[in-house]
């Protein structure tokens, strides 16, 4: 006779165990589980869908198919839907999961190749998670220097930072704007400029602004700007020896988004906004613009929340607040009509008595106006005048070059020689460099049928959404050495320095690039100039001024912290009389 050996005994009761579990109930539901989850992550990945075909999606392909599975096989769980219903969520969802996070770090992704952080490859989660923390910038800052110039920040997303890509990622074609920035108008609505990604509506829509933002208009606009300067050089002076928080004033009042604020105010909605004169921010427009900006933010970082967007609004208070008083100031100033040339004047071309826009595209253009106003020109002018209070030579030839040309504050306000002015030309420039208004710059998508493109010798597959981060972009030692983290207005006007300036983009550059330059720069001008004419500066004593750049927070757009300043009125003059380097001194009495 013969013995069986006990090994194949073992393998032979194994087979006919697996062979049963083959053709039993858990076989066939774990089967059909795969190919839900199979055929669920193919159609997302597929068709990416948004807008009102989501929620269908989502109950097509991740509510049903649990359900069903649960229902067909609940005799296996003895008759108890709840538990079959339990697991068979569980059991799917964690399959689904699965799928993805190996399919987006495997070698068959179209982005493979590209290096980035494991967890941001995984999902965009993460880039959620560090907007939350205001340091978009640095750690934006860090994956370059760690990973290079072009990094994997998502699933499908890269941040590129190299000057020659800047044409083929800003211009019209193939890339466009990404959903990004329609995610907060509502399905079937209409946007503000900003928010437009068809390039045609966005054309024929910039043609109106473009109308309001050209050298005619912006003669009318100085008027407004000389009397709301005036109104702050007077807050100053009241306040003339004490230590206050320039910082502060700026974006409460004047030149952040206070001036900003009250010049918008004044240009688009006839004066709505009187914060100069209390010198408070009674009905906190300020953190109502700023939480808002930062909900724009977040909610870009998901683009397909979009369908909850209107929702959500509803109970996110500073997004709530902010579209209240966007509706409130273009009722007003539609009832009011034109009193004045503001901004609106030339947007509903009311010269020529033009028919006005539907109430919900005001309202849209309201909010655009509002936004674009909010800590830009403000951040801007406070980041400058630190650069400058920790750079004293630096703020001497300044001064010089504008001595030099002005004797009082009156020629500033009527003359055109400010923007042909080298040094202050300079120093305006350094300071948009080191603190850009939007320091995670602007994203492009790359359209099904559009691509694969290359940049920066990387091909770039359709479905990719590109981001080129202005901040780092600007301090990259590539296009801005020597020293590229300091404050050296010299480097744009020395041959033997000057900067790449195809690097340079603080406005973006191309068809959809900023509208309000021009706007910006004279505001920018102008202030700088009867601020330095008229008052001297000291940095308070306990100030820490070597970490005042750790307070740049970065929520869209750039926000900054305390500037405690001593501000003075002197009697300013030329009192040469040294002659050093061909370079006269200034001095104050």
Not at 312 to 329: D, K, T, W
Not at 534 to 542: A, M, N
Request: positive net charge; proline residues 6%; charged residues 20%.
């Amino acid at each position: 006779m013969y013995s069986v050996h006990p090994l194949l005994i073992t393998t032979l009761s194994a087979l006919v165990r697996l062979l049963d579990f083959a053709f039993s109930a858990k076989m066939s539901a774990f089967l059909l589980n795969n190919t839900y989850v199979k055929l669920c992550h193919w159609f997302f990945k597929t068709f990416e869908p948004r807008n009102q075909t989501l929620f269908h999606s989502i109950v097509a392909f991740i509510i049903i198919p649990p359900s069903l599975l649960a229902f067909v096989f609940r005799n296996y769980y003895h008759g108890h839907l709840a538990l079959a219903l339990t697991l068979s969520y569980t059991l799917y969802i964690t399959a689904l999961l699965t799928s993805i996070v190996l399919y987006r770090l495997s070698p068959f992704h179209p982005l493979a190749g590209i290096p980035g952080p494991t967890i941001g490859k995984i999902s965009r989660l993460w880039s959620l998670y560090i907007a939350t923390t205001g340091q978009q910038h640095r750690y934006a800052q860090e994956l370059h220097e760690r990973y290079g110039p072009i990094v994997r920040t998502g699933p499908n997303h890269l941040h590129i930072i190299d000057a020659s890509a800047i044409p083929t990622l800003l211009s019209a074609k193939p890339f466009e704007k990404a959903e990004r920035y329609k995610v907060t108008v509502p399905l079937g609505g209409s946007g503000a400029l900003g928010t437009l990604v068809d390039i045609h509506e966005h054309q024929a829509r910039r043609k109106l602004w473009d109308r309001a933002m050209n050298s005619e208009a912006m003669q009318g606009y100085r008027e407004i700007f000389s009397r709301r300067i005036n109104q702050f050089v007077g807050l100053l002076e009241k306040r003339d020896g004490q230590i206050i928080d320039l910082s502060l004033l700026f974006s409460l009042l004047a030149v952040s988004i206070s001036i900003r604020f009250d010049v918008m105010g004044d240009l688009a909605f006839n004066g709505r906004f009187e914060m100069l004169k209390s010198a408070v921010d009674a009905n906190d427009y300020i953190s109502t613009t700023r939480g808002s900006a930062f909900f724009f933010e977040w909610s870009g970082k998901i683009p397909w929340i979009r369908p909850l967007v209107p929702y959500i609004m509803r109970i996110n208070a500073p997004a709530l607040a902010f579209h209240r008083l966007a509706v409130e100031c273009i009722s007003k100033r539609l009832s009011e009509g034109s009193k004045k040339k503001d901004l609106f004047y030339h947007l509903f071309n009311e010269q020529n008595n033009g028919q006005a826009w539907a109430f919900p595209l005001a309202i849209a253009e309201s909010r655009g106006t509002l936004l674009a106003g909010a800590d830009t020109t403000g951040t801007a002018i406070t980041s400058i005048l630190y650069y400058l209070l920790t750079n004293p030579s630096t703020m001497n030839k300044l001064r010089f070059e504008l001595d030099s040309h002005y004797d009082d504050i009156g020629d500033m306000y009527s003359s055109d020689t400010l923007s042909k002015l080298p040094y202050l030309n300079a120093v305006i420039n350094e300071g948009l460099r080191l603190a850009p208004a939007l320091p995670s710059g602007t994203q492009r998508y790359l359209p099904p049928g559009k691509g694969p493109v290359v940049v920066s010798q990387t091909l770039i597959p359709e479905g990719t959404t590109v981001q080129m981060p202005t901040f780092v972009l600007h301090r990259d030692p590539r296009y801005f050495s020597p020293q590229p983290n300091s404050f050296i207005p010299e480097r744009w006007l020395d041959e033997s320095i000057k900067p790449d300036r195809s690097a340079f983009i603080p406005f973006s550059v191309g068809p959809t690039s900023c509208v309000g330059k021009n706007f910006a720069l004279t505001e920018l001008r102008l202030l700088l100039c009867i601020l330095l004419h008229t008052f001297d500066f000291q940095l308070s004593p306990s100030f820490d001024s070597k970490g005042w750049e750790s307070t740049f927070n970065d929520n869209f757009i750039l926000t900054k912290g305390a500037l405690p300043t001593r501000t003075s009125k002197g009697i300013v003059v030329l009192v040469v009389f040294i002659e050093e380097r061909n370079n006269k001194t200034r001095e104050t009495l």
